[in-house]
């Protein structure tokens, strides 16, 4: 028997607890800890609910860890010293051969915390390092995992891997950049992140749906010649860049001649028709060259039409993996190979 954490969109936390009662007999949510965000106990143990994530990758989940302490929380700086004193019997299976950090979440509306995530992260990361291993935030590989709601703190340690995402609930976050043309683009730099994606130095892009021109501009950025197909006009700030082409008309109207190395589809219509569009763009694909695409979603059948769309585009593309991610909104992205 074990219990976990696990967090999803607030909109889609049906679709998240359905994924998890699919995934193996005898797991039941405990409590809602927030939007998004439940307790959850298993007759698994954490390596072995981890086991079936991975051979199952869920969809709707973003994040998950264990819970190995809870302990009461009083509201006040004391709570420090008492996470710090129940720490050595978390850490029991620590590897000291891997990098580590502390990530934490304080939940709840309205609570006023007289401490911050800064203040638990460098007060447990300090008696962490303690034990020999190596501090490393950005890209840890093991995790020490605090959640804190009002009353009450679960900690767990696990495996980056393990967890879904690196970041903590999966929540990650992008500087704005000055040159930044649209939101949409922080969707694709975590679908790269995330599904560690390594696009070509060099060679041939094609952005369907391009407008306004976010995914083209990452794509310009990262040194790809981009073929942009869109009725719409790009952003002004694109013209003239070296090695953009634009084509204004609908994909099924435009001329095109592959192979491309990457090929992206934000387009917004239904997820059926995008995954037939998607389809149909293959020949266009190098063997073996990433696609990345978002499968936009009603909102009261997410998972039915996604579970469709999935099915289209298995015809003729291997699909690697499908999520929704931090970025995404009643949307699921997917990660394509020829």
Not at 96 to 123: H, K, P
Not at 173 to 189: G, M, N, V, Y
Request: glycine letters at 6%; one cysteine or more.
């Amino acid at each position: 028997m074990s219990q976990f954490i696990y967090t999803s969109a607030p909109e889609s936390e049906r679709e998240a607890r359905d994924e998890f009662n699919r995934l193996a007999v005898g797991i039941e949510t405990v409590k809602r800890m927030a939007p998004g965000v439940r307790l959850a106990r298993a007759e698994l143990d954490w390596h072995g609910l981890t086991d079936l994530l991975v051979a199952r990758p869920p969809i709707w989940t973003r994040h998950a860890n264990p819970v190995a302490q809870r302990i009461p929380l009083h509201g006040d700086a004391g709570d420090l010293a008492a996470l710090e004193a129940v720490l050595p019997s978390v850490l029991m299976d620590l590897d000291t051969d891997l990098s580590f950090s502390v990530q934490t979440r304080l939940l709840g509306d309205g609570v006023r915390w007289l401490y911050s995530r800064f203040d638990v992260n460098e007060r447990l990361a300090a008696l962490v390092a303690s034990w020999g291993t190596v501090l490393d935030v950005r890209a840890p590989e093991q995790v020490l995992s605090v959640v804190c709601e009002e009353g009450e703190a679960y900690l767990g340690l696990s495996l980056a891997a393990h967890n879904l995402s690196g970041w903590a609930g999966g929540e990650i976050r992008f500087r704005k950049a000055p040159e930044r043309i649209s939101r949409s683009e922080f969707k694709l730099l975590e679908a790269l992140e995330t599904f560690r994606v390594e696009l070509p130095e060099h060679g041939r892009a094609l952005d369907l749906g391009a407008a306004p021109g976010g995914w083209t501009r990452i794509l310009l950025d990262r040194g790809l010649e981009v073929t942009a197909v869109d009725p719409a006009e790009l952003d002004p700030r694109l013209a003239g860049r070296p090695g953009l082409r634009q084509i204004r008309a609908r994909f099924e109207e435009a001329k095109l001649a592959g192979p491309f190395d990457v090929i992206l589809n934000d387009m917004r219509m239904d997820a059926r028709d995008s995954a037939r569009l998607m389809a149909a763009a293959a020949r266009l694909a190098a063997p073996g060259a990433p696609a990345l695409m978002t499968l936009k979603l009603p909102e009261n059948r997410m998972a039915l039409t996604a579970e469709a769309a999935l099915r289209i585009l298995g015809r003729d593309w291997t699909v690697v993996v499908a999520r929704q991610l931090f970025h995404n909104r009643n949307e699921v992205t997917v990660l394509l190979r020829r």
